[in-house]
């Protein structure tokens, strides 16, 4: 059996016996401070003074035993006191603890404060020892905090008087405090000085534990030099102490630092072996923090070669242990790390709420350096999704925390982030500007993984300013620095890049060769989705580009199910369009491709892909609408951090329709003409029940904007459009529509063609279309799956809103609509609210009890937000007025019919993806199956007298037909298009 001799002998090898006392004295103190309490609320046998000794006695307990949240509110106990401040010795003491505390519970600003005030009490005091200890302490902080200067102020005095006193012990470990600050600021000769000098003396001491800490500082100041060798050398030599004396928590220690070394060297078994022994020794020994550390060097080294996927997976893990051990420190870091590879994993709704958590803890913890890391890193998401503005406004909240700071590192980082912005934002003098100063900031900080990264994007800027010599020389530089870090990630991206140069150049096959390299470089990592897609589509485009569609076509299908997969995990309906409007050349040459192989029926099958996908998703309710705008330079409040979720229509998730899958929504009366503009050519899919004909026009988005937009000048104007209307009917393959027998047509817009009223473009004959053919428009074919029902039989009632009254002076009183109103009381069972009582509170609140609805008043288009678009109503003391696009996707109406009797209600932001975001769509998704709205600003009394024509036909007729004999109606009266053609009938036609 051990004796208790012995056992103490292990306890004090393994650093244990001062923990233990320490615990046990301060039970032993809570204990008689409990009992002392009582005796004094009965017996009052102990004074003030006393129970205040009491609380000191517990003070010294808890920071004995290193229990320093309890210590914490134990200090600010004694120093609430007010007899405490007749004794400055006292308060000192307790100043300093109160630091102690703060340091190791991460209130590293707070600790700072709290030693000053103890500083200049010691030295009132002339109390030299106290003042060293306290010096000791503010360095060291001070360090932490990167505030170098007074970092270096106060440890060299704090040496200087360690020197007086003759405390070799208090010389050392300041050495070792002065060490560590000049590896912090680059000055590696003077760090490796003051810690071989602080080893000279702990060898003199013969005191090993600091030998083994001095020796791990000097093996970092080698790896920050890159003297890997001499890293491992200094690494072995604690290792040899530590084992020679049983120091397991120092060998776990050190062979972690030498599994970093390891994976500096890319010696990945090596690697692996140190971590996961020092991993094995930290978990016997029950050590939380030392198996933190261990996790985050394995999540780190799994980033490093590309395994995002184990990195995910350590880290979740990680981030379990960090949250019971309760170090909000590391939670940054690992929350940091997790955005990261989330990132990497192209989950970009995860990225940034772990981006986001680690911000909002950045704050609380006064961590300006981490805080501007996760600020850079959201940016650089914000990026990927195409939302500059945003991107733009973090890095450069980042950048000057960066500057504050003076973190050359993070400087440089910031400048490259920033720099990739303005390319994006074709601001090429600007990005050229902040990448070469990016550049410099990194090669002097040593970074070359961000070199890499800057490298590229001067090869970027170069690019688009048409220099093709330096761009390539930067991609080349790129590339060599890439394979020389042995980064797969880094090394498949500038390979791409080359390719894409030699693409934009003619020369495919090099383009094809950097790709396939890219491709075979991506196989050693974990390569993110979003970024093969970009290789698979450059592949694709040689393909193309060489007449070989079969061979583009199977490398253009594996881009587009990446590209779907990513977009399925972001959740932000906002973040899903902008994702999507980045890569539309790849449906575009996908659909082109298919054509130019006669597989018409696969093409119109991607060309609905493309375009119904964001679509649907709003009508499935699969996709919160819109992020919450956040000012990221602030800190927020967790529970409304990331996001505002919008109640969607309960639907399953939708899929686009096949072609002959739309064909089986369609009646015999009906035609479906689906168009798809691309760069040189007008697609037109002819669809009826039983077939389908793609007519092909060459006619480029060019020219058809131009026509366009010369429509639209001469509604400006009122002048005679005959003979452009029949160009543009002629354009739109009108002898195809002229040979259809159907009665009905449905229409879908792509691109440009979304703002033109078909029904007024004009045969050779002088006929509208809508004197023809009755017309409706869908957002796409898709979307008949959702619309296509029975007719309902009850009467009909209806909610009019009329003539709100704006305090806004430039908006026009809409009379003639409030008497169109007034006039539907006679043919419906309805309810008119005007002027005052047409609130946004009242069509919330009553709307769904109504299978029509109508809406006569103003308009508000946000080009920049389309989903805060409104329907101006009016304000009252629960709403505003303005009824959002986006307020409207959380509605559930039953209406069969909204007619929005306003301008522009039809319109909103057209993008790339041709997914026009408007109120209109906005009613569909709330439940509406039909909306009547408009294109353009519409004239009152014109639009009054048609209105109340359309109602008058409703009770007998289809919606469609009503609306196209209303149109009919006008058009004898005011004979210009502008009076009669901007509304449509969007979605179900019956």
């Known amino acids: 059996m051990i004796s208790w001799k012995d056992f103490v002998t292990v306890l004090k090898k393994q650093r244990a016996f001062t923990l233990v006392c320490s615990v046990v004295i301060a039970f032993a103190f809570i204990g008689l401070c409990l009992t002392l309490v009582s005796c004094q609320g009965q017996q009052k046998i102990i004074d003030r003074s006393s129970f205040l000794d009491l609380k000191f006695g517990l003070v010294d307990s808890l920071y004995n035993s290193s229990r320093y949240s309890e210590l914490y509110d134990a200090c600010h106990d004694v120093l609430s006191d007010s007899s405490i401040y007749a004794d400055p010795q006292k308060r000192t003491n307790l100043l300093f603890k109160l630091g102690k505390s703060c340091y190791y519970t991460g209130r590293l600003k707070e600790a700072k404060e709290h030693y000053q005030k103890a500083l200049v009490l010691s030295d009132s005091l002339k109390d030299l020892k106290g003042s060293s200890e306290i010096l000791k302490s503010l360095g060291a902080t001070c360090g932490q905090l990167k505030d170098y200067e007074p970092a270096l102020e106060y440890s060299h005095r704090c040496l200087k008087l360690s020197r007086k006193l003759k405390n070799r012990k208090l010389e050392g470990v300041v050495a070792i405090n002065l060490g560590r600050i000049y590896s912090d600021i680059n000055e590696y000769n003077k760090s490796s000085r003051y810690l071989k000098m602080s080893l000279a003396i702990f060898r003199e001491l013969n005191d090993h534990l ?7 500082g000097l093996a970092k100041v080698e790896s920050e030099r890159g003297n890997y060798k001499l890293d491992l050398e200094y690494l072995a030599e604690a290792l040899n102490i530590a084992l020679r004396d049983s120091l397991k928590m120092d060998e776990a220690d050190i062979l972690t630092d030498m599994g970093l070394c390891y994976s500096s060297l890319n010696n990945t078994n090596k690697e692996y072996d140190c971590l996961n022994r020092a991993l094995s020794i930290y978990q016997k020994l029950n050590n939380a923090q030392g198996e933190i550390r261990v996790l985050s060097a394995l999540v780190n080294s799994y980033i490093s070669v590309g395994k995002y ?12 242990k960090i949250r019971e ?4 420190n590391w939670e940054c870091r690992l929350l940091l790390d997790m955005g990261n590879i989330h990132f990497y994993l192209s989950d970009f709704t995860e990225a940034i709420e772990c981006f986001t958590q680690c911000r909002e803890l950045c704050e609380k913890l006064d961590a300006d350096e981490m805080s501007a890391r996760a ?3 959201l940016s650089t998401v914000y990026t990927y999704l195409n939302d500059y503005e945003k991107a733009e406004k973090l890095i450069l909240e980042s950048l000057r925390i960066r500057r504050e700071i003076n973190d050359q590192q993070g400087i440089g980082s910031a400048l490259s982030k920033l720099s990739s912005i ?6 090429y003098d600007k990005a050229l500007e902040y990448s070469e100063e990016s550049l410099r900031f990194r090669e002097v900080s040593g970074d070359q993984h961000g070199a890499c990264e800057t490298l590229w994007a001067m090869a970027d800027i170069y690019n688009e300013l048409g220099d093709g010599i330096k761009a390539e020389e930067s991609y080349e530089q790129a590339l060599l620095l890439s394979q020389k870090l042995r980064d797969p990630l880094r090394e498949s991206w500038a390979t791409y890049l080359i390719g894409k140069l030699h693409l934009s150049k003619g020369d495919y096959n090099e383009a094809m060769k950097y790709a396939r390299m890219s491709l075979k470089s991506s196989k050693a990592c ?8 970009y290789v698979l589509m450059l592949e694709g485009d ?8 079969t061979e583009a076509v199977q490398s253009f299908t594996q881009a587009v199910s990446l590209l779907e997969n990513v977009r399925s995990r972001i959740k932000f309906e906002s973040h899903k369009r902008n994702y999507v409007e980045f890569v539309t050349g790849l449906f575009e040459n996908i659909v082109l491709s298919l054509v130019e192989l006669k597989r018409n029926e696969e093409a119109f099958d991607y060309v609905e892909r493309g375009k119904a996908r964001a679509f649907l998703d709003l009508l499935s309710g699969s996709v919160a609408v819109e992020e919450t705008d956040i000012d990221w330079t602030q800190s927020t409040d967790q529970e409304n951090s990331t996001e505002n979720e919008y109640d969607l229509v309960s639907i399953a998730v939708g899929e686009p329709l096949k072609l002959h899958q739309a064909q089986q929504y369609l009646d015999k009366s009906a035609s479906l003409l689906e168009y798809y503009l691309t760069e040189s050519e007008l697609l037109l899919w002819i669809i009826s029940r039983d077939d389908f004909k793609l007519c092909r026009m060459k006619l480029s988005s060019d020219t058809l904007i131009a026509l366009v937009n010369e429509f639209a000048q001469s509604l400006a104007m009122l002048t005679n459009q005959n003979k452009l209307l029949m160009e543009l009917y002629d354009r739109l393959a009108g002898s195809e529509i002229d040979s259809l027998s159907a009665e009905n047509l449905i229409i879908v817009p792509h691109g440009v063609l979304h703002y033109l009223p078909f029904q007024a473009v004009m045969n050779h004959n002088g006929q509208y279309l809508c004197e023809l053919k009755t017309i409706s428009y869908l957002p796409s074919s898709s979307v008949l799956q959702y619309l296509k029902g029975e007719e309902k039989q009850e009467k009909r009632n209806l909610l009019a809103l009329a003539n709100p009254q704006s305090e806004d002076s430039s908006l026009h009183s809409l009379e003639f609509a409030e008497l169109t109103c007034q006039k539907m009381k006679n043919i419906y069972d309805s309810e008119v609210l005007l002027r005052d009582d047409a609130t946004e509170t009242n069509f919330i609140k009553k709307a769904p009890q109504y299978n029509l609805l109508h809406l006569a008043c103003h308009t508000k288009l946000d080009g920049s937000s389309p989903l805060r678009s409104s329907l101006l ?14 307020e409207i996707f959380s509605l559930k109406l039953t209406a069969d019919l909204a007619i929005l009797s306003s301008c522009e209600s039809g319109l909103g932001k057209l993008s790339d993806g041709d997914d026009l975001v408007g109120l209109s769509r906005a009613f569909m998704s709330a439940g509406v199956p039909s909306i009547i709205a408009s294109l353009w600003q519409v004239e009152d009394e014109s639009t009054a007298f048609l209105m109340s024509s359309f109602y008058e036909h409703l009770k007998n007729n289809r919606k469609a037909d009503a609306l196209k004999l209303a149109q009919q109606e006008t058009m004898m009266k005011y004979k210009h298009p502008f009076y009669w053609s901007s509304f449509i009938m969007i979605g179900y036609w019956n």
């Open 422 to 427: 303005y390319t994006q934002m074709k601001k």
């Open 542 to 549: 040689c393909y193309m580009k060489q007449g070989n569609y």
């Open 526 to 533: 974990d390569f993110p989705d979003d970024m093969r897609k």
């Open 309 to 320: 996927n184990d990195a995910l997976q350590t880290a979740k893990v990680s981030l379990l």
């Open 375 to 377: 600020l850079g890193n």
């Open 210 to 216: 600091r030998q083994i800490n001095v020796l791990m």
């Open 873 to 886: 109503l009016m304000p009252d003391s629960i709403n505003d007025g303005r009824l959002e696009v986006r």
């Open 325 to 328: 051990y309760g170090d909000r």
